[in-house]
């Protein structure tokens, strides 16, 4: 049966972006020219093209096509450059540089009044699938990505794409990147996040590939599913819930040492939470599809999940969204 999920997504859009500084502005006349040409006519941009010399992208942003480029500015780059305590571009291996640039390129030509909210994939590659990664889009203030990077000049026309000016570097994204960029996630982040809890879940969450239990499959309840739970437990907040029952809750909704993207799920699969490791045979989910074909999850009370996003691919692992929370 072919898998139909409802998806939070793509560029659909609608926002114009009209800040800029006359640093940052390049005229419109030179929309013949290429996405590299046009970096290198802007003073600002010198070290994102020499980033893209020293790793080959330079060819690859010049040939014909239609990308959308995310260019960091030379400050955003010197900000990058000291939170990795890198004094230059030559402290980074190329494989990382690389990746880290194409973190920034989206396949498809996308203006500013074509963004809105949501997921789209920029053509980095996950350790832990080895496919595209997500970049999240937030056009509630100005245009955000990834919750850090904010656009500060906007549709710049090249003959290959568009160029849109972001004030920070976008690093390659965890799992808990996407929980703190995202507003669906708002609850569950403060879940996580709550001071009484023995387990730190925000590191849990952030563990890179080459540690245990890293590459993560997270499913992530949406705001409304926490909400309903508060409902269910017939208590005022997520902050009445004890320690040791909110703990199992968020284990029950994390599967370690895998990265369960849609495409292997079938019906009848067990996916085995890290809850397991704490109460051996109570910490798996069983997937099934409904009768629609959506897909969904079975807890071992008996409820039922709907999984209404999927594959929201981080480095570390990957999100799927579910709208209720799944109780051990």
């Given at each position: 049966?072919?898998?139909?999920?409802?998806?939070?997504?793509?560029?659909?859009?609608?926002?114009?972006?009209?800040?800029?500084?006359?640093?940052?502005?390049?005229?419109?006349?030179?929309?013949?020219?290429?996405?590299?040409?046009?970096?290198?006519?802007?003073?600002?941009?010198?070290?994102?093209?020499?980033?893209?010399?020293?790793?080959?992208?330079?060819?690859?942003?010049?040939?014909?096509?239609?990308?959308?480029?995310?260019?960091?500015?030379?400050?955003?780059?010197?900000?990058?450059?000291?939170?990795?305590?890198?004094?230059?571009?030559?402290?980074?291996?190329?494989?990382?540089?690389?990746?880290?640039?194409?973190?920034?390129?989206?396949?498809?030509?996308?203006?500013?009044?074509?963004?809105?909210?949501?997921?789209?994939?920029?053509?980095?590659?996950?350790?832990?699938?080895?496919?595209?990664?997500?970049?999240?889009?937030?056009?509630?203030?100005?245009?955000?990505?990834?919750?850090?990077?904010?656009?500060?000049?906007?549709?710049?026309?090249?003959?290959n794409g568009v160029v849109h000016i972001v004030d920070q570097?976008?690093?390659?994204?965890?799992?808990?990147?996407?929980?703190?960029?995202?507003?669906?996630?708002?609850?569950?982040?403060?879940?996580?996040?709550?001071?009484?809890?023995?387990?730190?879940?925000?590191?849990?969450?952030?563990?890179?590939?080459?540690?245990?239990?890293?590459?993560?499959?997270?499913?992530?309840?949406?705001?409304?599913?926490?909400?309903?739970?508060?409902?269910?437990?017939?208590?005022?907040?997520?902050?009445?819930?004890?320690?040791?029952?909110?703990?199992?809750?968020?284990?029950?909704?994390?599967?370690?040492?895998?990265?369960?993207?849609?495409?292997?799920?079938?019906?009848?699969?067990?996916?085995?939470?890290?809850?397991?490791?704490?109460?051996?045979?109570?910490?798996?989910?069983?997937f099934n599809f409904a009768d629609?074909?959506?897909?969904?999850?079975?807890?071992?009370?008996?409820?039922?999940?709907?999984?209404?996003?999927?594959?929201?691919?981080?480095?570390?692992?990957?999100?799927?969204?579910?709208?209720?929370?799944?109780?051990?």
């Amino acid at each position: 049966m072919k898998i139909y999920f409802k998806i939070l997504l793509l560029f659909s859009l609608s926002i114009t972006i009209t800040s800029c500084d006359d640093d940052n502005e390049i005229d419109l006349c030179c929309a013949g020219s290429s996405v590299v040409d046009l970096s290198s006519q802007n003073e600002n941009l010198s070290t994102l093209v020499s980033a893209l010399q020293l790793t080959g992208l330079e060819d690859v942003l010049s040939s014909p096509g239609a990308f959308t480029v995310l260019a960091p500015s030379n400050e955003a780059f010197d900000s990058f450059l000291n939170s990795i305590d890198a004094t230059s571009l030559d402290d980074i291996p190329l494989d990382i540089l690389s990746n880290v640039l194409l973190n920034h390129v989206i396949i498809g030509r996308f203006e500013s009044n074509m963004l809105s909210n949501g997921y789209a994939s920029s053509l980095a590659v996950s350790s832990a699938s080895d496919s595209n990664m997500s970049i999240y889009v937030n056009v509630d203030n100005g245009v955000k990505f990834n919750g850090t990077s904010t656009v500060t000049s906007a549709d710049i026309i090249a003959s290959n794409g568009v160029v849109h000016i972001v004030d920070q570097v976008i690093g390659l994204p965890s799992v808990v990147t996407f929980a703190l960029a995202d507003p669906n996630f708002e609850n569950l982040v403060q879940a996580l996040t709550r001071e009484d809890l023995t387990q730190s879940f925000v590191e849990l969450l952030s563990t890179p590939m080459g540690f245990v239990p890293a590459p993560l499959t997270v499913f992530a309840p949406v705001n409304n599913a926490f909400q309903n739970l508060i409902e269910e437990l017939e208590v005022t907040s997520l902050n009445d819930i004890d320690e040791p029952t909110l703990s199992a809750i968020l284990t029950y909704h994390v599967l370690g040492n895998l990265n369960q993207r849609s495409s292997n799920l079938f019906n009848g699969t067990i996916l085995i939470t890290l809850l397991d490791q704490y109460a051996p045979g109570e910490g798996n989910l069983t997937f099934n599809f409904a009768d629609n074909g959506q897909g969904m999850l079975i807890d071992n009370n008996g409820r039922t999940s709907n999984i209404v996003a999927v594959d929201i691919q981080a480095d570390n692992g990957i999100i799927h969204a579910i709208d209720a929370v799944v109780l051990p």
